[in-house]
């Protein structure tokens, strides 16, 4: 594996921004000389503004950002990673960038997406060893922090394109609970389960950016969980024969190694076996993607068709004859998961499971599987990805917290982070 480029740190920026050792059109300097440096390897941006305006103020002034490719900007093309959406520029930003922009930081590029954030790979290579994929949809955002490029950049996950993608680039990442970041003005793909994340190069620099963008302070606490009560869960659903199987070797000894690291801390872990109706929900998930998939892209289809990448062109052909019923029946089964959900969070503070299924896949046509992702996306709760240190690719663990304990979620991933490192 080649020994990637060291990655920015938002937090540490923003220490010497504060401290006068840099200046904040310094800090995008920084950015735009290692895009310059390592893109043309990457290929992990779609474009970059040429004359980005660099503000004094704000808390993340001098943070440069990646966008993704189906998010809204109105000094950037956003072209969803579709032939039929090239040279589209939208009028306003997206609230997310209005955000960032009101909060200093720069959105100084558009990083890639499959095609309306679908399963279809881009070319972005993964910077930690171009011979594989750096995962899906939201590729070109986990790629240009692990390659160094940007220090935080802004992805979405419908099914596993946040978490799954930056464990495959061994970086950090959150799926904050449903809805905590607003998403006008992002290419809707499922109403029930889009949702905005971050990426960074450790668990405090997605702490703080989501404390500032969400406008919540506590997120950003810095202090210990104490002794949280962890699930450990291998989400063996072995009554559902697409499931897809247990995670691989590798991904299973990253699992144990940081609930090892973390117990040794001072958690407590205990095995969960997740209990009905949670299995079945994981199983509906798919239903609700795809019936609302098939209405959120119905102008795509009905007039551009031929124009859709292959995969997703079938996946639209077949979600054409899914019956309203089987949406309300998979809904149903959610909203009763959600419940379960609920009560077993009274007997912990946070699950731990792994990020993906193994390391990521070799040849750039597979962008990996989500099976470890959709069911917390469909819940709703926070999920973290924590980089787990070692030989090769890198892997992740995913640690999901109760819905709007994302404060809690990062504590626990921020403990699990600090006792890898010791």
């Given amino acids: ?30 950015a735009e000389e290692a895009i310059a440096a390592r893109e043309p390897a990457v290929g992990a941006l ?3 503004h040429p004359d980005p305006a660099v503000s004094e103020a704000g808390p993340l002034a001098g943070i440069a950002v990646g966008i993704k490719d189906i998010i809204d900007t109105a000094d950037l093309p956003t072209q969803m990673g579709s032939a039929i959406y090239a040279g589209w520029q939208p009028k306003a930003d997206a609230a997310i960038v209005a955000r960032l922009r009101a909060l200093g930081a720069v959105p100084l590029a558009k990083t890639t997406t499959s095609p309306f954030a679908g399963h279809d790979p881009t070319a972005t290579v993964n910077p930690r060893d171009p011979r594989h994929t750096p995962g899906g949809s939201s590729a070109g955002s986990a790629a240009a922090v692990a390659a160094g490029m940007v220090p ?31 998403t006008v003005g ?7 389960l889009d949702t905005l994340g971050l990426f960074g190069a450790g668990i405090p620099d997605i702490a703080r950016a989501l404390s500032l963008i969400a406008d919540r302070p506590a997120i950003d606490l810095d ?3 104490g002794a949280p009560r962890i699930g450990l869960c291998l989400q063996d659903f072995q009554d559902f024969h697409d499931f897809g199987g247990a995670p691989d070797a590798d991904a299973l000894a990253a699992l144990y190694e940081a609930a090892r690291a973390v117990e040794a801390a001072g958690a407590r872990i205990t095995d969960l076996t997740l209990p009905a109706p949670l299995p079945e929900a994981w199983a509906r998930q798919p239903v609700i993607q795809r019936f609302e998939a098939r209405q959120a892209l119905a102008w795509e289809y009905a007039h551009h068709r031929a124009r859709l990448s292959p995969e997703l062109g079938a996946q639209l052909d077949a ?6 019923s089987a949406y309300d029946d998979a809904r149903r089964s959610a909203h009763r998961a959600r419940r379960v959900l609920k009560d077993l969070f009274r007997e ?5 499971t792994v990020s993906a299924p193994g390391r990521a896949p070799a040849g750039l046509d597979d962008t990996g599987d989500a099976r470890f992702n ?14 787990v240190p070692g030989n090769g690719l890198p892997l992740g663990v995913q640690v999901v917290a109760r819905f709007g304990d994302d404060g809690r979620a990062l504590a626990v991933a921020r403990m699990i982070e600090a006792a890898l490192s010791a």
């Avoid at 990637?4 to 921004?17: A, E, F, N």
């Avoid at 992002?186 to 029930?192: D, F, G, H, N």
């Avoid at 469909?378 to 924590?386: E, F, H, I, R």
């Fill in 1 to 30: 594996m080649r020994t990637p480029p060291d990655m920015q740190s938002l937090v540490d920026l923003r220490t010497r921004i504060d401290a006068g050792r840099l200046d904040p059109a310094g800090a995008i300097r920084l």
């Fill in 46 to 48: 779609v474009c970059r």
């Fill in 152 to 182: 935080l950049a802004v992805g979405t996950q419908t099914g596993g394109s946040v978490i799954r993608p930056a464990a495959f680039c061994g970086v950090a990442a959150i799926k904050p609970s449903f809805r905590l970041l607003p």
């Fill in 186 to 192: 992002v290419k809707t793909v499922s109403w029930a």
């Fill in 223 to 225: 202090g210990s969980p």
């Fill in 319 to 324: 979600a054409q004859a899914l019956p309203a």
């Fill in 348 to 352: 912990m503070d946070a699950i731990l």
């Fill in 374 to 387: 959709r069911l917390w996306t469909l819940m709703g709760v926070p999920c973290v990805t924590v980089p």
